[in-house]
């Protein structure tokens, strides 16, 4: 069976999506639960349930996916935005937002979508504000104290986490799918939600050096119980210096054959005579 809201709103918790930040803006509060002890200002992960399943019928109301761009300059973003991308036909455009591409008609990555979705309204605010100006609806994830200055549809959720961003856009990709009709909603989805999340190339680079150092030291291992002896004897193999003569015949070489051995060393003469050559 498919999750019920009850088991997305777990997964929101555990990835902590409903943690906001001290800052709250006033067109902000209406998605704000409570605020605790220390200042932080908790997110209603119910509201953001029922946004995500409105931005995801506003993804599939158009008909071509290629029409919707994905944006992201905030690096743990980058990744869930290749995969969301991928499942959904969106146009993924991870890092720097290049200015104009809405609005420049003479740059050749000129684009006329009909959606903007991104993950932050201010670290992607050139985006938002060249959406603005080209008239294309705009959905966002923001945070309690992200700017909604043109944003029309606001997802309030954490989107300074690497767990909660990646979360956020897996849930979404997988309603675009439901919504569609690629997956039917008696089924999982097969997809993890690791997939999506941000992994930094460092952290990376450690592990494969962990890898070599491991695999490093059970070489040398291998190598120490080998010239101990315990390798070649498993091996099967005897010893090369006493290997005995075949038993139908002699094994050496300077002995000549019974069958009318020659000598190689002897003069090229033939039996009738010598033969001068």
């Not at 944006?71 to 290749?82: D, E, T």
């Not at 740059?107 to 938002?128: C, I």
Request: contains cysteine.
């Amino acid at each position: 069976m498919a999750t019920s809201k009850e088991e997305d709103v777990q997964m929101m918790l555990v990835c902590k999506t409903h943690l906001g930040t001290v800052n709250c803006d006033y067109r902000m509060k209406r998605y704000v639960f409570r605020r605790t002890a220390d200042g932080i200002h908790i997110i209603h992960l119910g509201k953001t349930w029922e946004k995500l399943m409105v931005a995801a019928r506003i993804i599939v109301a158009i008909e071509n996916p290629a029409d919707i761009i994905v944006a992201s300059q905030r690096p743990y973003g980058s990744r869930a935005v290749l995969k969301f991308a991928q499942y959904t036909g969106a146009n993924p455009m991870a890092g720097r937002w290049m200015p104009g591409t809405l609005t420049n008609q003479i740059t050749q990555k000129y684009l006329e979508p009909r959606l903007l979705m991104v993950t932050d309204p201010r670290t992607d605010s050139q985006a938002v504000r060249e959406a603005a100006y080209a008239s294309i609806p705009v959905v966002a994830m923001c945070d309690t104290d992200s700017p909604l200055k043109g944003v029309d549809v606001a997802i309030p959720s954490n989107n300074k986490g690497k767990e909660s961003i990646a979360l956020l856009y897996w849930l979404l990709a997988r309603e675009v799918q439901y919504l569609r009709g690629t997956l039917p909603r008696t089924h999982q989805w097969d997809v993890m939600v690791d997939s999506f999340f941000w992994r930094d190339p460092e952290e990376l680079e450690r592990q494969e050096e962990m890898e070599h150092a491991d695999w490093g030291q059970t070489a040398a291992a291998a190598a120490a119980t080998w010239d101990n002896g315990a390798g070649r004897d498993n091996a099967g193999g005897g010893d090369w210096a006493d290997m005995s003569a075949p038993a139908g015949g002699d094994g050496s070489w300077d002995a000549g054959g019974a069958a009318g051995g020659d000598d190689w060393s002897a003069p090229a003469g033939g039996q009738g005579g010598e033969q001068q050559w």
